[in-house]
């Protein structure tokens, strides 16, 4: 799996079905639909989106959507296709010559109580078809939010997500990274003990690694750390950098690790909040950053313009996303291209 700052041939994304995302008010609903079509409409200014798009819900996505982005209609239950959606891999003989998609088993995130995952759980062999790349199936039930890879070899995760006794009951960290290694090319784990606090409550996943941390680059991570002592992630932060500065990636490297402030509104009406600006998605051009209002903003965009040179930061506003259970990283799923010139040097395409 090439890292995602690799070039992408698209950007693939699912259209709000319906459920706790749109919410029963008008306002809710505009909200959603304002947020999901925001990130959709920017980034098809650098790269083609093409979106999924339930049959109910098609007339109302071509009159919020550019008409650049490609609509493709398909049965859905959620939207968030960073984790019904396939991960794409390169040729499996190094080369890269052509474009795979990975269908991990979904299960709505642990079985949850509030998901439905009987169409999103078909979703990623659907774009296969539609991509016209040939499908590669895991029994793993695992979604692209529970890790990130450098494209060298190194993927972090945290353990509650694979080994989550309702996604993968009987399973190791050695089945994991055998797993992992077959489908990704992943040579070394780093293991983190869990998430953000508040992804374990409602609408959580258990703790997906892209709220928490990011590889920008080979050898680099980009870590959440909440200053506030008060707040419960303060310690998951502090012990996710330490461990982090004592791990080393697949080609033997010690890490460099550049924490990114959390929002200063650490809290929201239903208590500690994850905002976090790890979030963000990389892509052709451009990096589509989570914006809050909050005056950790544009410090936060410092940072990531430091970390990913060349690239336009473009902030996006990120609460309703963040309310309803997730963040850009987690709308969007990039497609890389199969070219054999798309090499990284220091996350910059060459």
Request: hydrophobic share 40%; with cysteine; charged share 20%.
């Amino acid at each position: 799996m090439p890292i995602e700052g690799a070039k992408h041939d698209c950007t693939w994304m699912a259209f709000p079905a319906g459920g706790y995302v749109l919410g029963e008010s008008q306002d809710s609903q505009y909200e959603a639909l304002r947020a999901w079509s925001a990130v959709a409409n920017a980034i098809a200014c650098f790269e083609p989106v093409r979106m999924l798009v339930d049959s109910a819900m098609m007339a109302i996505a071509r009159q919020w959507l550019s008409p650049a982005i490609q609509l493709y209609e398909t049965p859905l239950d959620d939207c968030w296709l960073r984790d019904s959606g396939p991960t794409f891999v390169h040729s499996v003989d190094g080369i890269a010559s052509g474009v795979a998609a990975v269908d991990w088993t979904f299960n709505g995130w642990g079985a949850q109580s509030w998901a439905r995952w009987s169409k999103d759980s078909k979703v990623a062999e659907h774009v296969g078809r539609i991509s016209q790349t040939p499908v590669i199936h895991s029994r793993l039930v695992l979604e692209g939010g529970g890790f990130h890879v450098d494209g060298q070899g190194t993927a972090i995760l945290t353990e509650t997500v694979p080994l989550d006794p309702h996604r993968n009951p009987a399973a190791t960290k050695a089945d994991i990274e055998q797993e992992l290694y077959q489908v990704l090319g992943v040579e070394k784990v780093v293991w983190l003990p869990r998430g953000l606090t508040r992804d374990y409550e409602t609408f959580g996943t258990r703790g997906h690694v892209d709220i928490l941390a990011t590889m920008p680059a080979p050898g680099v991570v980009l870590v959440h750390e909440q200053r506030d002592r008060n707040h419960p992630d303060y310690q998951v932060s502090q012990r996710t950098i330490s461990l982090l500065e004592q791990a080393r990636d697949a080609r033997g490297r010690q890490l460099t690790v550049i924490p990114v402030p959390a929002p200063t509104a650490g809290y929201d009406a239903a208590g500690p909040n994850d905002y976090s600006y790890i979030n963000h998605y990389v892509l052709n051009g451009a990096v589509m950053a989570c914006a809050f209002d909050d005056p950790m903003d544009e410090n936060a965009w410092d940072v990531l313009s430091q970390a990913y040179p060349g690239r336009k930061v473009v902030p996006l506003h990120a609460k309703p996303l963040f309310q309803r259970g997730g963040g850009i990283h987690c709308i969007t799923q990039q497609q890389p291209s199969a070219c054999a010139d798309a090499v990284m040097s220091n996350g910059v395409l060459k």
